[in-house]
């Protein structure tokens, strides 16, 4: 796994897909200076070779949040094949995924998205058909938290049935009610208001070694609760 970064100002002309910003996002103006100067707008980029098959590489930042007041979360993510790569990358041979929780091993949620590819070409960071194109809404991690604390109920039902192999140690999947092509997975006994580290990792989903790189880009909650409490 190469970690780096990708910007506007240094990869807006680079192959073999040029950085463009993701749709709605702009660039902000430095009130500091005396002209209107714009800041740059950067993602992380995730390169990964060799990556065997149903194996993840990842990268991850501990934090200390409560995620219980926010509705959704949501990140932009493009994909594309390296250049002259000799293992044919193709759509939804790799997937994004993003896991938080108290720790990335024991306690923790899920989510994964299979990736579309972005096909070879030069893009305009002012035409919103190319930003779609470079950044699709397949990719875009974009669900409601409220899935999560659903889905270790659903597992805890399960663990007691007759028959049933549901165990806390091992990942309990299922596919999103809201989106089929994603998947969502508990370990452990996890909470929403005890977030201490967000993992982001890239995943072979196909059969045979694989080359790929990722960006990601903003991410974020959203639809903060306001409505009142009462006693």
Known sequence: LDMSVVNIEENAGQRP???????????????SQS????????????KVTDLQSGDARAVYKNINMD???YKRIQMFVHAEQLIDDYTALRDGDLS??????????????EYEVPLM?????????YNIDD????????NMIDFALERLPELKTLR??????????????????????DNERNRMTVVGNPSLSNIRTILIGVRNKSGNVKN????????????????????
């Open 212 to 231: 790929g790189t990722i960006w990601v880009n903003e991410l974020r909650l959203t639809d903060f609760d306001q409505s009142g409490g009462w006693a």
């Open 131 to 138: 930003q779609y194109a470079v950044w699709p809404t397949e």
């Open 35 to 46: 002209q209107a100067t714009q800041l740059n707008e950067q993602s992380l980029a995730l």
């Open 156 to 177: 805890n039902r399960n663990q007691g049935k007759e028959g049933s192999n549901v165990s806390f140690v091992e990942p309990f999947s299922v596919y999103d009610p």
């Open 17 to 31: 897909v040029n950085y463009v910003l993701p749709p709605g996002v702009t660039r902000i103006v430095d009130p």
């Open 117 to 125: 590819l972005t096909p070879e070409g030069h893009y305009s960071t």
């Open 96 to 109: 994004i995924f993003i896991r938080m929780g108290s720790d990335s091993r024991s306690n923790y949620y």
């Open 67 to 69: 995620l219980r007041f």
